[in-house]
Structures are given as C-alpha cells and as structure tokens.
C-alpha cells in the first residue's frame, strides 16, 4: 500500500539554524512527492514538488530531494525564520485517482 | 483572484443535528476532495469526485454525504451519525484525478459540536 513516515515533532529551532524535517515513504510504483505547509487556522498550501527520482523541489529558501533508492524526500532548508513557524505535511500520489497519501505533519517553531 | 473557498470558516452544532460544510472552486478543476484534519493525525480522505455526478467514498466515509451537482461546487454534509465529527474540515481540488497533479486546498471549517 502506500503510506508517508515523517519525523515527529515538534521541533523548535532558533532563527538562522538550518532545518531538516525527514520524510520517508511506501508507494508501489512511481508516485510524485509533495512538501504542504499549513500555517495557524489556514488551509495547506503546495510548498515544493518532485514528480520523479532525483529531482529536486525548491521554493523560497525550501529543498527536497526524490530518493528513489532510499524512498524519502527530506525537507531542509538552511536558514530558517520566525516566518517559517507552521506544520509542514509530507504527502504522495500516485496516478490512481490523484488520490494523496499524508504525514502526520510535523510542528515547527522558530524563536528569534 | 482564482481559489477555493470554505464557508462557514467556524460552525458550531449541537449533537444529532445534520450540518453542511460548503466548498466552491473557480479554478475550472475537474476533481475536488474533502478531508478530515484531527490533531497528531495529519489528513484523511472522506469523499472525492473525479466528476459531476460522481463521486467516490475515501477512507471515512462513514457519518458523512457529498453532492456533485456543479463542478464548482462539492458541499459535505457531517450526519447525525457521525460519532465524533468535532474537526478541522479541508476542501482541496485539482485540475483531474486522471493523472496526478497538485491538490489545492480551502482555507478550512472548523466545526464544533456542542
């Protein structure tokens, strides 16, 4: 079946420290990875993506490289902000459907 | 300003009362999908329609309906069956569920019940 693992928080950071949040994945065949971002009271919002092994996904500061053969796609990012405090969801799909397969999140804090 | 929006953004209900959640897309997508958001429990998929007039149960189904009378639109009703319906409630879609594409989520409805 398909399922995403990713590291528990919280984690609480201090501004300019870098970041890795881990996430590892179950899927058969070859599905495209997402990083979501969900800040207090609003709805997730699409972070980066890699639809195949070896791409990277980047956007604002963020990075997450498609390892096939070790089936994650860690989150990093190497100097965090107080702005970057939210919940950052790991997710999978896979062509069936479009149907997404969700971390639990995992809760970052960052202290000036 | 092309998006998805959820009203109302907080609901509160009694028990045994049925309750629907609304969701509208403009961005001309095909596929639209409702989620259940518990806390330490990241997203389950209720329900998601590929099309109007079809839709399909997700993994919790149980306790809850959906329409899909216009492609705009994919309301979600919480029944009375529901045994603990008290959650953060997302409404996401995507241009097709054909192939995979990036999901975009509604700001949300947190419903209580009282």
């Known amino acids: 079946g398909n399922s995403v693992t990713q590291m528990e928080g919280p984690v609480t950071l201090s501004e300019e420290a870098f970041l890795t949040i881990n996430c590892t994945y179950t899927?058969?065949?070859?599905?495209?990875l997402f990083w979501y971002v969900q800040y207090p009271g609003e709805g997730l919002q699409l972070l980066l993506k890699a639809t195949k092994a070896d791409d990277k996904g980047s956007n604002k500061g963020f990075e997450a490289t498609y390892r096939k053969e070790t089936t994650s796609f860690h989150l990093e990012k190497g100097s965090v902000q107080v702005s970057d405090s939210a919940v950052y969801f790991c997710?999978?799909?896979?062509?069936?459907?479009?149907?997404?397969?969700f971390g639990t999140g995992t809760s970052l804090t960052v202290i000036p | 300003d092309g998006g998805i929006t959820q009203s109302p953004k907080y609901l509160f209900r009694k028990e045994g009362q049925n309750v629907t959640l609304s969701c509208e897309q403009n961005?001309?997508?095909?596929?639209m999908y409702w989620y259940r958001q518990d806390p330490g429990q990241g997203l389950r998929l209720i329900y998601y329609?590929?099309?109007?007039?079809?839709?399909q149960k997700g993994d919790i189904a149980e306790g809850y309906s959906v329409s899909r009378e216009k492609k705009e639109s994919f309301p979600l009703t919480v029944t009375s069956a529901q045994k603990n319906p008290t959650a953060f409630y997302l409404c996401?879609?995507?241009?097709?569920?054909?192939?995979?594409?990036?999901?975009?989520f509604g700001p949300g409805t947190r419903l209580t019940v009282l």
């Open positions: 997710a999978l799909s896979q062509n069936t459907g479009n149907q997404f397969y």
């Open positions: 899927a058969t065949g070859y599905p495209s």
């Open positions: 996401a879609s995507s241009i097709s569920s054909g192939r995979i594409d990036t999901q975009y």
């Open positions: 329609s590929q099309i109007v007039n079809d839709f």
């Open positions: 961005l001309n997508h095909d596929a």
